[in-house]
């Protein structure tokens, strides 16, 4: 549960998205002939209207804020948590977990909110705080899969695939009903997955959703230090022997990775954001993750 300070930071903010903004409230009740009702206030920013500042509230309180109205097509927000137990090294269990709260908290206001594990956990959904403490409930519960300690033999065609996330997205967009209207997808996930991500776009496209990629990586993930170690692959159980050279080898691989996975999401349409889990020095890990959603342009000023 994020704290009093996050949620008053939160409240100035709003997710970035195509859909968001072609169906925002505050669009809307800007756009003749549209059939809106009231939501909320905030306070009064530039480039508000005059017309919808509520001038009986300033009569009273000397404060100007603004009327927020709420349009009758209303989108879904959807956030899927990755639980493959690659999410359970250095730290990005707990960090992805931080940032799938905040992008909850913001997400109720202004459209229908629910959350998902790639495990196949789905919370109810709502909009509105009231229904926060489920769905943080829900987070607060899932856990990455345990980590394999030796070889799992493959009985079935496809089990392999099932071990991480690429299976988890597609499992997800295809347990949705066709979208009618628009809906967003936010996948927070470190993307390790030796499988392409194609089927699982492929399923997101068919839903409908706008989609996009918060890439949650350890320094582990892309800098591990130089040395001789025995590398466990903690989806599969793999086990290898490293040395100083198989390291700088292995940096450069995941450089290029990272750049594979950005642009064929690109290519598909679909937004990726890399955010690196913070080292415990750094200080207070949400409000680290809210500045780098602030900084990623996934939360943008309402």
């Given at each position: ?5 996050a949620?008053?930071?939160l ?14 409230g ?5 756009e ?12 009064y ?9 509520d ?21 879904d927000?959807?956030?899927v948590?990755?639980?493959?137990a690659?999410?359970?090294?250095g730290?990005?269990?707990?960090y992805a977990r ?12 202004d459209?229908?909110t629910?959350?998902?594990t ?7 959904a ?8 489920r769905?943080?409930?829900?987070l ?6 345990p980590?394999?300690?030796?070889p ?12 991480g ?11 949705l ?15 390790l ?28 993930d892309?800098?591990?230090?130089e ?14 022997a ?11 691989a ?19 954001v ?7 020095e750094a200080g ?16 943008v000023?309402?």
């Open positions: 549960m994020i704290s009093a300070a949620r008053r930071a409240d100035r903010y709003a997710l970035a998205s195509r859909e968001l903004s072609a169906a925002s505050e669009r809307s009740a800007r003749a002939g549209s059939s809106v009702e009231f939501h909320d206030f905030r306070p920013q530039p480039g508000d209207e005059l017309r919808a500042v001038w009986r509230a300033y009569a009273r309180s000397r404060r100007v804020v603004t009327r927020l109205y709420r349009a009758e097509r209303t989108i927000v959807h956030v948590l990755d639980v493959s690659s999410m359970g090294l730290g990005k269990a707990a931080t940032v799938a709260e905040l992008l909850t908290y913001v997400g109720q206001r459209a229908v629910r959350v998902h790639t495990a196949g956990a789905s919370s109810a709502t909009q509105g705080r009231a229904g926060l403490g769905a943080w409930t829900l607060a519960e899932a856990e990455p899969a980590a394999a300690t030796a799992r033999p493959v009985e079935a065609p496809g089990e392999a695939e099932a071990i996330p690429v299976a988890g997205v597609r499992r997800f967009a295809l347990g009903p066709r979208v009618r209207g628009a809906a967003l997808a936010l996948v927070v996930s470190d993307l997955d030796p499988a392409p991500w194609r089927p699982a776009l492929v399923a997101l496209r068919a839903r409908g959703l706008d989609a996009a990629f918060l890439q949650v990586v350890a320094e582990e892309l800098d591990p230090p040395g001789r170690f025995e590398l466990l692959d903690v989806e599969t159980g793999e086990r290898r490293v040395d100083a050279e198989g390291v700088r080898a292995y940096r450069v995941a450089q290029a990775f990272v750049r594979r996975t950005r642009a064929a999401f690109a290519q598909a349409g679909v937004a990726h890399l955010l690196r889990v913070p080292p415990p207070d890990a949400e409000q680290l993750a809210l500045g780098a959603l602030r900084r990623a342009r996934v939360l000023p309402r």
